[in-house]
């Protein structure tokens, strides 16, 4: 509540009412949202801009339990870390002096062990697992129209070296986490997706993964936050958190004060900025990534798919097509460069037999909210017991909406979390 007709938190909590502000209006603070409505909270969610405008907006909407493991792997180093600071390469550190960069990456060369790989691994599969099954319900029960599709993801290779070494891969996701994927090799893969040029090495499917439009989903999400009650304030930017001890003990905005029983924060990329109401650095990145949105092709693909070598994305929607991806470490910079748009169609052009259009609808530049080690931040803040972060969702944040959160509502209302929330803690950063 705004702060000029506030009442003190102890008649606040008077009765059954229970205050919660989300900050963010994107797919982790739109979920969190939504949650905590369903749960009885009064919430207020506020947004910068509009409901979507960060990376939850053009991104490539798929909702891929294929994507258990996380970046950080062994041989990552070795093989992955130099060509980052290639330029023009469709992942890219640009050099350039920036002691958080320098020291995130330090940080995340330390997660390159087997070890820590499957660690992350576990923690993600979790949440994939549970939000592709929260959101077939969340889609059913709120009637939203997102263009949900169920025809799986494909990896596809040219190489054929590198197609064959994904294998070991395969066969990790199914034996660790049950996930099927069945292999394609040579011209079977056009069989399979005749939109793909003649000559590819073949290609992994992925049966159990599904894609939606984001922006149909963000917006549903919204009219769902309104019907369970929700208030969602556009236009309102939150400039700093103000903690009283070990308490979060107001939200100062561009239009003023307001307090809560629970804050959440969940800006995305740009959590950060807030570490000292936290209590503790997050170590997150914004990950620029970029897409191009254009009407349905005439040969349009039907199944969504991963160039690997150039890993580009391609996602058939029903009301368009969308061709999306590229990793730029550029700090908090919003600029769209054209040379990463033309990696995109250049890629489009290697393996698809329709050229992509000369104009398209909508060229698009987001953050990825990077962690350093592949598993978001959700949990309450080290400094202020009444402050949840859900941040850091890196390339997986569609997918991990929903368990983040109703995992945040659970935080919120002291329920046992319906999986087990220990690996996405703060405290590993406190
Ligand atoms: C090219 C690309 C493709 C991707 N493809 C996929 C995919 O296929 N599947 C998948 O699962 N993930 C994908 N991702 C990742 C996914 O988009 C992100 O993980 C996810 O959108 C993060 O959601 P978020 O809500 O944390 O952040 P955001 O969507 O960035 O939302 C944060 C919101 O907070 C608001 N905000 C920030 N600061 C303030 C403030 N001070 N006051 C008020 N509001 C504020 C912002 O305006 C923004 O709306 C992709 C990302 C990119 C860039």
Redesign the pocket.
């Known amino acids: 509540m705004w702060v000029d007709e506030a009442v003190s938190e102890s008649a606040c909590c008077m009765g059954d009412s229970r205050s919660a502000i989300v ?7 739109c979920s969190s949202a939504y949650y905590l409505c369903r749960d009885g909270w009064d919430v207020t969610l ?4 509009k409901i ?5 907006h ?5 909702v ?1 339990p294929s994507h258990a493991m996380p970046l950080s792997g062994p041989g990552v180093v070795a093989h992955t870390l130099p060509s980052l600071f290639k330029r023009h390469t469709p992942l890219s550190i640009p050099a350039r002096f920036d002691p958080s960069l320098w020291k995130w990456l330090l940080q995340f060369t330390r997660q390159c062990t087997n070890a820590r790989m499957l660690h992350a691994a576990n923690g993600r599969n979790a949440l994939l697992a549970s939000s592709m099954n929260l959101y077939r319900e969340i889609v059913r029960e709120e009637a939203i129209n997102c263009e949900w599709t169920d025809l799986g993801l494909l990896l596809v290779y040219k190489s054929a070296k590198d197609f064959d070494n994904y294998k070991a891969t395969a066969e990790l996701l199914n034996r660790q986490f049950a996930i099927e994927a069945i292999s394609y090799a040579g011209e079977a893969v056009k069989e399979l997706e005749p939109s793909l040029k003649a000559g590819m090495a073949g290609g992994w499917h992925f049966p159990g993964d599904a894609h939606v439009r984001p922006d149909k989903l963000l917006s549903g999400l919204k009219t769902a936050i309104q019907r369970h009650e929700g208030v969602i304030r556009e236009n ?3 400039s700093s958190l103000r903690r009283d001890g070990a308490r979060l003990a107001s939200v100062e905005t561009s239009q003023g004060s307001l307090t809560a029983d629970v804050t959440v924060l ?5 959590a950060p900025q807030f570490a000292e109401a936290i209590g503790c650095r997050l170590p997150i990145q914004p990950g620029k ?3 191009l949105t254009m009407q349905p092709l005439r040969n349009q693909p039907k199944i969504p798919m991963i160039f690997e070598e150039h890993h580009v ?1 391609v996602t058939p929607m029903a009301s368009g097509f969308r061709v ?2 590229t990793m730029e470490f550029t700090g908090y910079d919003r600029s769209i460069n054209p040379k990463r748009l033309a990696l995109l169609r250049k890629s489009a052009a290697e393996h698809l037999e329709e050229p992509l259009p000369a104009t398209v609808d909508e060229e698009w530049a ?4 990077m962690s350093v080690d592949g598993l978001p931040c959700i949990g309450r803040a080290p400094g202020a017991n009444n402050l949840i972060v859900a ?1 850091g ?8 909406a929903p368990a983040t959160g109703k995992l945040v509502a659970e935080i919120a209302s002291k329920q046992t979390p319906h999986i087990n929330a220990e690996p996405y803690s703060l405290s590993r950063f406190a």
């Not at 053009?58 to 798929?62: E, S």
């Not at 969940?266 to 740009?270: D, H, I, K, N, S």
């Not at 969702?393 to 991990?400: C, D, Q, R, S, V």
């Open positions: 900050i963010g209006g994107g797919l982790i603070g506020l947004e910068r801009q979507g405008s960060g990376a939850s053009g991104n490539c909407g798929y891929c309102v930017e939150v969940a800006t995305g990329a740009e990534g970029y897409s994305a999306g991806s987001g953050w990825r909210p941040a969702n890196g390339m997986i944040g569609l997918a991990t």
